[in-house]
Structures are given as C-alpha cells and as structure tokens.
C-alpha cells in the first residue's frame, strides 16, 4: 500500500486529518451509514484519493489473512458478452474456492475503494472503471487483473486479439467489390472499439482507400435498430457494416430486412464475438469469434496467481480471434485464424 504520513499504509486517522473533520463523520462517509453533507463526503473522497487510501481490512487481507474473495468490476450485465464472459470467470473461481463480489456499473472512486476493502484483488472490466482508479488501487497494493485494456504497468491485462482480425474482415469485404463501407462503434471507447477501427482503417489504407469517419453508436440492441432506423432515412444505403459487436449487427439486420432490404444482396452486415445468435439469424451473420469465457477463466487464474503470491511479475495475455464467414457478408464460408 502507498504509506502515509509517517511511513506507514495511509489509514483513516489519516483521511480525518487530511480533509479536517472528525474519524465518526469519514467513518460515516467511508460506510456510507448516516448523515453526512455533501461537502464533506466530497472532502473525505478527496483525502482518500490523495492518500491512496483503501480500507484497513484490505491491508490485512492482502499481508496476513485472505478473504477468498475476488472483486469483479463489470460496466454492465446485459447481453450476451458478459454472461460467457461471467460464466468462464465463475466456473474457474468455483472450482479453486473463490466467491465473486461483483460491481455493475461505472463504479465512482469510493465504492471501487470499498469493494477493494472486502476482496483480496480486483478484476476489472476497461469500461467500468477510470484509469486513475485504477492506479490509485495499483499504487495501494490491490492487485488487480483489466479485461480489454491495454497494459498497464504493475497490473495484469487479459485481452482479445482485435486489429488483424478486424483488417482481415474488412479486407474480405473490400476485396468482393464492396467499397463503401461504414464501421458501426465508438472508437472513442476504451481499447476494443478504438483497435477495431483501427484495423478497419488498415484494410482500406493497403488498398489505396480512405476510410470513413465511423457511426459513433453504442453497442447494444437498441442502439443498433436506432441506427439502422436512421441509415433507412438515408438516400442511398452504404455496401456494408461492419458493426462492433454481434448485438449491435443482430438488431441492424432486422431492421434492415423488416423494411425490404436485401442482406447480403443490398448491404452486407458484419459482427464481432460470435455469440450464439449469430449462427441461428438468418442469414447467418459474419464475425469474429473470440474466446468470451476463456477471457473470465483466464482473468480468474490470473487474478489467483498474483494474490497468492505465485507470480509477483505482471503478465498480459492476448488471446487469438478467428474470422468466421456466413452469409451475411455474401462471400465465401469459413473460418480463418488469426492471433497478434
């Protein structure tokens, strides 16, 4: 942990004495039990962070004792992605004894704080949780495992393989004749929307073309029938789209063929994931698979590593993706491998 004032790991006589108020009322914030103004929680919660203070049951679950409890830190439940993706992390945390304590949502610095408090590590999902978070817990002694982040020093990362595999889809599609495609995500997002784009402006760049600005769209379903209602508005339809994710591919396609328009003969569409619904749409959608539950298991596993103390050295795991060929693209079918 980041010592405090006289050397030691920061405690909550310390966040008292830093934001001036009294150890019932940080206590009170800390808990989050009673009263408390939103002036002082705002000054508890920045003597905290300044500190890099985390709860002193977690300095001595990580020293001396363990709670057998991970921390997971996920941006949402909804969809197909996070349920493979629980389901692999779960089924190992099972079998070697670990519960899972898990936070939806974009977790604020406190509560992320608190759950470190309750578990002997955390992993954490690159949508949930802020980058300077994620340091102070680094820099506290939380060992802590990101999904779909780029690495971070002192923390391990567990990663999908997204540039080649997203340049080698698009490249299938330019090279069939369409040219005028249009990437589907918001490559403002963290690590996967922004290399996946990237690869997508790869293909077009190797055959001498310029890449479109992408349709800024969140991925989910309803943000992609949205989308799909607008591009409907549009004079002319563009040759295909290469969506960032299945949900969002699968909701389009409906769209789309609800109101006449042919897929592939009109537009092709393609995903990213390979969840189950992409081989029982019709037609079936083009993709990429990654390895969803691997990702959970792999985080697990490593997350156990570092707590026990059998690797101390950080680790980052890039797992290989495939591009799956259906219909939905309109070229051949198969599969083709492909790892950074």
Same mark, same amino acid.
């Given at each position: 942990?980041?010592p405090?004032p006289?050397?030691?790991p920061?405690t909550?006589?310390?966040? @008292?004495?830093?934001?001036?108020?009294?150890?019932?009322?940080?206590?009170?914030?800390?808990q989050?039990?009673? *009263?408390v103004?939103a002036?002082a929680?705002?000054?508890v919660?920045?003597?905290?962070?300044e500190?890099?203070?985390? *709860?002193?049951r977690a300095?001595r679950?990580?020293?001396?004792?363990r709670?057998?409890?991970?921390?997971?830190?996920?941006?949402?439940?909804?969809?197909?992605?996070?349920?493979d993706?629980?389901?692999?992390?779960?089924?190992?945390?099972g079998?070697?004894?670990?519960?899972?304590?898990?936070?939806?949502g974009?977790g604020n610095?406190r509560?992320?704080r608190?759950?470190?408090?309750?578990?002997?590590?955390?992993?954490?999902h690159?949508?949930?949780?802020?980058?300077?978070?994620i340091?102070?817990?680094?820099k506290a002694?939380v060992p802590?495992?990101?999904?779909a982040?780029?690495p971070?020093?002192?923390?391990d990362?567990?990663r999908?393989?997204?540039?080649?595999?997203?340049?080698?889809?698009?490249?299938?599609?330019l090279?069939?004749?369409r040219k005028?495609?249009?990437?589907?995500?918001?490559?403002a997002t963290p690590?996967?929307?922004?290399?996946r784009?990237?690869?997508?402006?790869?293909?077009?760049t190797n055959?001498?073309?310029?890449?479109?600005?992408?349709?800024?769209?969140?991925?989910?379903?309803?943000?992609?029938?949205?989308?799909?209602?607008?591009l409907l508005?549009?004079?002319?339809? *563009?040759?295909?789209?290469?969506?960032?994710n299945?949900e969002?591919?699968? @909701? @389009?396609?409906?769209?789309?063929?609800?109101?006449?328009v042919?897929?592939?003969g009109d537009?092709?569409?393609?995903g990213?994931d390979?969840?189950?619904?992409?081989?029982?749409?019709? *037609?079936?959608?083009?993709?990429?698979?990654?390895?969803i539950?691997?990702l959970?298991?792999?985080?697990?596993?490593?997350?156990?590593?570092?707590v026990?103390?059998?690797?101390?050295?950080?680790?980052?795991?890039?797992?290989a993706?495939?591009v799956?060929?259906?219909?939905s693209?309109?070229?051949?079918?198969g599969?083709?491998?492909?790892s950074?």
């Amino acid at each position: 942990m980041a010592p405090g004032p006289t050397g030691r790991p920061a405690t909550i006589y310390d966040v @008292a004495a830093r934001a001036k108020l009294s150890i019932a009322t940080v206590s009170r914030v800390l808990q989050g039990t009673g *009263p408390v103004s939103a002036k002082a929680r705002a000054r508890v919660d920045q003597a905290a962070q300044e500190l890099n203070y985390v *709860p002193l049951r977690a300095a001595r679950s990580l020293a001396v004792q363990r709670h057998e409890a991970h921390g997971l830190v996920l941006p949402d439940l909804a969809g197909p992605f996070y349920g493979d993706l629980l389901m692999g992390y779960e089924r190992w945390a099972g079998e070697h004894g670990q519960s899972v304590i898990i936070t939806v949502g974009q977790g604020n610095p406190r509560s992320i704080r608190d759950l470190a408090g309750r578990v002997d590590g955390m992993v954490v999902h690159a949508d949930a949780v802020a980058d300077p978070t994620i340091q102070d817990l680094r820099k506290a002694g939380v060992p802590i495992v990101l999904i779909a982040h780029p690495p971070i020093p002192g923390c391990d990362s567990v990663r999908s393989e997204n540039l080649l595999s997203a340049e080698q889809l698009t490249g299938r599609l330019l090279d069939s004749g369409r040219k005028h495609l249009l990437f589907v995500g918001d490559p403002a997002t963290p690590y996967d929307a922004p290399a996946r784009y990237a690869g997508f402006c790869n293909a077009h760049t190797n055959r001498g073309l310029g890449a479109p600005e992408p349709a800024r769209v969140e991925l989910n379903e309803d943000s992609g029938a949205q989308f799909a209602e607008q591009l409907l508005q549009a004079k002319k339809l *563009p040759d295909g789209l290469v969506c960032g994710n299945d949900e969002t591919a699968v @909701a @389009a396609m409906k769209v789309l063929q609800k109101a006449g328009v042919s897929i592939p003969g009109d537009i092709a569409v393609t995903g990213w994931d390979d969840v189950m619904a992409a081989r029982y749409v019709t *037609p079936g959608l083009t993709t990429v698979r990654q390895p969803i539950a691997e990702l959970g298991r792999l985080a697990a596993q490593r997350l156990h590593e570092r707590v026990t103390g059998e690797r101390s050295r950080a680790r980052n795991d890039v797992l290989a993706t495939e591009v799956v060929l259906r219909d939905s693209c309109g070229t051949n079918r198969g599969m083709h491998a492909v790892s950074e």
